[in-house]
């Protein structure tokens, strides 16, 4: 288990953010949640600005504005959609990775949009990316383009153990290459069946996997890490948890929904924690690394004069 401290960490984004996906663009970040209020409308993707992690924050709208077809809507029109990620497409523009629940079984499916600016708005594709038959629902993809260039899509599924899977995609991003591999399964009590939210980067020569352990809403929902020294496996999970709620000082409890933002010389964890009833705000921590490549998070303030390079227009 992580260390009990006293942190003084605080949101960036205080209000409903969860599952934040962060890309850097130029001058500016783009961080994209889940679908959430706003005053009387209801946000598919809602995207803030900031030209620094640490804030200030600006909203800017809902990336997706028009749904698939293949998704199910409420009496609204509207629907549940969750996880985004978004990342550049070679040769220009950007992609849109999102779950909604559809398909034949109506499940929950990653889909694809695709847009010319990163606050779109994206158009989906007419149908979904990753949509796996039976009852087994797709969820948290995240993109990750390796060292080769070639890229892939991790994602999280499974009906009574979740595994977190490693998929190749084609350069354009929407369609599938060979068989998915598998990454991790939850195999430790602590985990309660579920990892979920996968966030890989490469660090040095080994591949860095971070993850959620438990349920979002339990109190034990946690930020942990495991480290393969090739990209298709075997990934060996660190023994303990990376944050958790007493890393949080028991002020934010259920952190997770993690995402890496690489900068040239520090590196950051975005991720969500519960700071209120149905609440899910975002916060960012400086991410450091041993000299045996293991991860590090700062639960501390300060972001912006101890990490000086996260401001935008500065990140790898």
Not at 52 to 69: E, H, K, Q, Y
Not at 75 to 87: D, I, K, M
Not at 113 to 142: E, H, K, M, N, R
Request: glycine share 12%; aromatic share 10%; proline share 9%.
């Amino acid at each position: 288990m992580a260390a009990t401290a006293v942190s003084t960490i605080k949101p960036v984004i205080g209000r409903d953010f969860p599952d934040p996906a962060v890309l850097a663009v130029d001058d500016n970040y783009f961080a994209y949640s889940t679908a959430s209020g706003y005053g009387h409308q209801f946000w598919h993707v809602p995207v803030q600005r900031a030209s620094d992690l640490s804030g200030d924050w600006t909203v800017v709208g809902d990336a997706l504005p028009v749904l698939p077809p293949w998704s199910a809507r409420d009496s609204h029109g509207n629907a549940n959609v969750t996880a985004p990620e978004v990342a550049p497409r070679k040769g220009g523009g950007y992609i849109l990775y999102f779950v909604a629940q559809g398909g034949p079984k109506n499940v929950q499916c990653v889909g694809a949009a695709l847009a010319s600016s990163p606050t779109g708005p994206f158009q989906p594709t007419p149908s979904p990316l990753v949509c796996q038959p039976g009852y087994v629902d797709s969820i948290d993809p995240q993109a990750f383009t390796d060292s080769d260039g070639k890229r892939y899509l991790l994602y999280a599924s499974g009906q009574t153990r979740t595994t977190i899977w490693l998929q190749q995609v084609t350069p354009d991003g929407l369609g599938l290459v060979g068989d998915r591999r598998a990454l991790i399964q939850a195999d430790r009590p602590d985990e309660a069946n579920i990892v979920e939210a996968p966030s890989l980067v490469k660090h040095g020569s080994e591949y860095v996997l971070f993850y959620s352990g438990d349920t979002f809403n339990s109190g034990g929902y946690f930020v942990n890490y495991a480290i393969s020294p090739a990209l298709a496996g075997p990934f060996k999970k660190h023994d303990g948890q990376l944050v958790n709620r007493d890393s949080m000082g028991g002020s934010y409890p259920n952190p997770g929904g993690e995402c890496v933002v690489v900068g040239k010389k520090h590196d950051a964890l975005v991720f969500h924690a519960s700071a209120g009833p149905h609440r899910r705000a975002m916060f960012v921590a400086g991410l450091s690394w041993s000299p045996l490549g293991r991860p590090t998070v700062d639960l501390d303030n300060g972001l912006t004069s101890r990490y000086s390079d996260l401001a935008a227009g500065r990140p790898d």
